[in-house]
T-cell receptor, first 111, second 118 residues
Framework: SQQGEEDPQALSIQEGENATMNCSYKTSINNLQWYRQNSGRGLVHLILIRSNEREKHSGRLRVTLDTSKKSSSLLITASRAADTASYFCATDRNTGNQFYFGTGTSLTVIP | DTEVTQTPKHLVMGMTNKKSLKCEQHMGHRAMYWYKQKAKKPPELMFVYSYEKLSINESVPSRFSPECPNSSLLNLHLHALQPEDSALYLC?????????????????FGPGTRLTVL
């Protein structure tokens, strides 16, 4: 399978806490992206990190990438109830337009 | 306009029906995608169009037939589907890799069509 693996599968935290989710993938990549999906809706792009970058920030989001371990993490700081959603990593290879999504983490932020 | 639209939002069809899903974007993107997503699973890539040409078919059964009539439109024609084909069908678009190896290819997703096959 081309898919990556994410863990945990599900995460439940209190509002204000930080949430960390991890993604591991199998092949060499060009970019790794994180997306959010609210229940039954389309996906929304959160952040992209290139294969030559190690860390990136966007607002309350922090993404790390370790290409030697083929893994990435997404940290959401000071979580809010509105952050409740499923989060997916997606990788694309050095050629072509294929994107492959990880298995996803379902995050619940309790008010 | 950074929106990808999909119609219909919901579709119920019998196994003998023929129907089509439609997707439209006006961002000038030359790569367009169809994904299938089952409940509590990640999106699975079905087809990729690059400059209106089918570039990737991820071994999708022939009862799904994609079409890209122009750079803004993407259709998915459905015929003789099975109940296990019931899912959320997502359309997305992005800049094409041909635009440059370093091009930023964030995907923009539509809201999806919820398909139920009876």
């Amino acid at each position: 399978s081309q898919q990556g693996e994410e863990d945990p599968q599900a995460l439940s935290i209190q509002e204000g806490e930080n949430a960390t989710m991890n993604c591991s993938y199998k092949t060499s990549i060009n970019n790794l992206q994180w997306y959010r999906q609210n229940s039954g809706r389309g996906l929304v792009h959160l952040i992209l990190i290139r294969s030559n970058e190690r860390e990136k920030h966007s607002g309350r989001l922090r993404v790390t990438l370790d290409t030697s371990k083929k893994s990435s993490s997404l940290l959401i700081t000071a979580s809010r109830a509105a952050d409740t959603a499923s989060y997916f990593c997606a990788t694309d290879r050095n050629t072509g337009n294929q994107f492959y999504f990880g298995t996803g983490t379902s995050l619940t932020v309790i008010p | 306009d950074t929106e990808v639209t999909q119609t219909p939002k919901h579709l119920v069809m019998g196994m003998t029906n023929k129907k089509s899903l439609k997707c439209e974007q006006h961002m000038g993107h030359r790569a367009m995608y169809w994904y299938k997503q089952k409940a509590k699973k990640p999106p699975e890539l079905m087809f990729v169009y690059s400059y209106e040409k089918l570039s990737i078919n991820e071994s999708v059964p022939s009862r799904f037939s994609p079409e890209c009539p122009n750079s803004s439109l993407l259709n998915l024609h459905l015929h003789a589907l099975q109940p296990e084909d019931s899912a959320l069908y997502l359309c997305a678009s992005s800049q094409d890799r041909l635009a440059g190896a370093s091009s930023y290819n964030e995907q923009f997703f539509g809201p999806g069509t919820r398909l139920t096959v009876l």
